[in-house]
């Protein structure tokens, strides 16, 4: 089947004016593109179907010829001679003839330049000028020609409909391709698999997958099955479309058909994936592409990227990155991008603030969107200096002005690391700019005052904001029920009255709580309410509150009653779990009351093994691996090792493990039986513990 010769057309111009000759000047005579040329050891040595103009001439004299040309043999021409040369003589001429007609070009012009080729034309001849025609208006002029010209096989005609459809395909013109396709089927002519694959190519290119999609379904009725480049061009549009199914079905086909999937078509499934959050997806057909020994480009590298950032997987992004420098690719915007997004979601401080170093050197500018993920991973790691460096210089861009994110990221810094000062001041300042605070800001100011014990500014900021007509949500509630774990019994009124403004359920069980009422199934059926309609993001932390405030009041049972709810509720997972050489306490995610309160459970789970003579492993372990903010004034693995030995339980710190504590069964059953659980609980009572709930997460 005939190849395209390339084209170099602009894809929206159909001037004349703009028609060029896509021709090697060094290879004046040769066109690698023509059917039947297999390149060999012997230099330029080819057949060649094409027939000179004089041929028939010389044929019509000898009486052996036959009267058709169409069953004449091919004769070879060694694409040295002198005669080889006069054969595409003419033809340059012609199609350098067509290249010089003015703009307003009609079909009279196009035949009296074609007819300079005599009568004796051949359907090479033809294939040869509409492979080197770049105006589309042109070619279609050009193709009726021929097709009045030329008698040729039937066959044979689909040939020239598909170096026109190439051209449509190279200038994005579907909807003429279209037109020309219903008019090849008005004549009869039967399209083959090179067709569906160059209409199919042209409606991707075009944006148009569901034209797509009807050439590929249209396939089975003209006898036509799939081969590697339609199997490429589909696997993309159905990516692009969302048609997982299609797109992965085709995809496992080729892939056990061995057949060559284009790049482009890796590409187009590793956003896929990356867009229905299976980065797995996207690693494994970057995996699949290095197996197959498909060279990626740098569109396919960053959307490899980009998705590892939505992942939050930065230190995969960071080996694909090392991988696509080894190979040989510069790093361009895009991937600083992407990788900027990777490093900085992934909390990588360093490996971003190199990335964003590297940007400025080479003078690449910074988007509102790149700057505000870099300064909100600082703010939230901690790089204070770092964070106001780049807020001062989002101040002095024309094009990046600090917007409401990049002072709520500000605010949280400060809120967290309980810099009220100036947390408040750059309150003022977002306000003093015209912009207007958030639901966000309000609960950050909440937990900047609540940490710093500040019950009247909490009242009032929430005051403030009530005035304005913001409705708190749960994230919020949140935070008022966390500044109650702050403050001293005698100022929870304060709070109290706020919380009943904000959310009835809570009010409710917190007032249940501070007043020590009676009836236990109603403070579970409603505490079950609470938590089961809140937020997932905040239920563990409401529910470790609530524990918090039932171990400040000394009231041990609701606690283990809340904590007993909260894994009912799937809150909490996997508190307790059990080996046949290990029994684990996993206090990880846990407040510091929610870790006390288990642990008391855990250490009464223990006695009652022992007492009814159960196996028990020989290991025992408590794991506080801290889960909070790192600018948490509290760490649950310090405070445990504080309150184990204040109980005298025999669980030592371990030296090569962060956070955990071991002890033997022996141990253990030593320890218990020298005290009883009384004495256990009345110890865990009397430690009056003020404690602080997880930081907050914006």
Known sequence: MAQAYPLCSSPFSYALSDLTIRISSHYSFINYKLP???????????????????????????????????????????PKTLQAKRIWKKSYAVVSSLA????????????????????????????????????????????KYFQ????????????????VFKLFREVKDFANAEQLFDEMLQRGVKPDILTFSTLIRCAAVCSLPHKAVELFERMPSFGCEPDHNVAS??????????????????????KNEKWLVRTVAFSSLIKMHGMLGNYDGCLNVYNDMKVLGVRPNMVMYNALLYA????????????????????????????????????SRARLSKEALSVYKEMKEKGMTMNKVLYGMLLDMCADVGYAEEAVELFEEMKRSETCQPDNFIYSSLINMYSCSGNVLEAEAMLNEMISRGLEPNILVLTMFVHCYGKAKRPDDVVNIFNRFWDLGITPDDRLCDCLLYVMTQIPKEEFGKITNCIEKANPKLSYVVTHLIEEREGDGDFRKEASELLSSANDDVKKSMCNSLIDLCVNLGLQDRACKLLDLGSTLEIYSDIQSRTENKWCLNLKKLSVGAAMTALHVWIDDLSKAFESGEEVPRVLGICTVSWRHKRSDKDLASVFESYLKELGAPFHKATNMVGWFFTTNQEAKSWLHSRDSTETLAALNSTGLVVPTEALHH
């Open 148 to 163: 009045l010209k030329i008698q040729i096989e039937p066959e044979r005609h689909v040939v020239f409909y598909n170096v």
């Open 100 to 143: 010089k007609l003015p703009k307003s070009i009609h079909e009279q012009q196009v035949s009296e330049v074609l007819d300079a080729l005599g009568d004796n034309v051949t359907d090479r001849d033809a294939e040869f000028i509409l492979h080197n025609i770049a105006n589309p208006k042109t070619a279609i002029l050009a193709l």
């Open 233 to 254: 061009s589909m696997i993309y549009v159905y990516a692009r479309t969302g048609n997982v199914d299609m797109a992965l079905q085709l995809y496992d086909r080729a």
């Open 308 to 343: 590892m950032g939505r992942a939050k997987r930065g230190r995969d992004a960071k080996g694909i990155y090392q991988e696509m420098r080894n190979n040989g690719f510069s790093p361009n915007w895009a991937t600083y991008s992407a990788l900027l997004e990777a490093y």
């Open 36 to 78: 039947n040329f297999h390149h060999t050891s012997r230099k330029f040595d080819t057949f060649f179907s094409f027939q000179p103009l004089n041929s028939l001439q010389h044929e019509n004299q000898n009486p052996d010829t036959k009267s058709s040309t169409l069953s004449k043999t091919k004769k070879w021409v060694n």
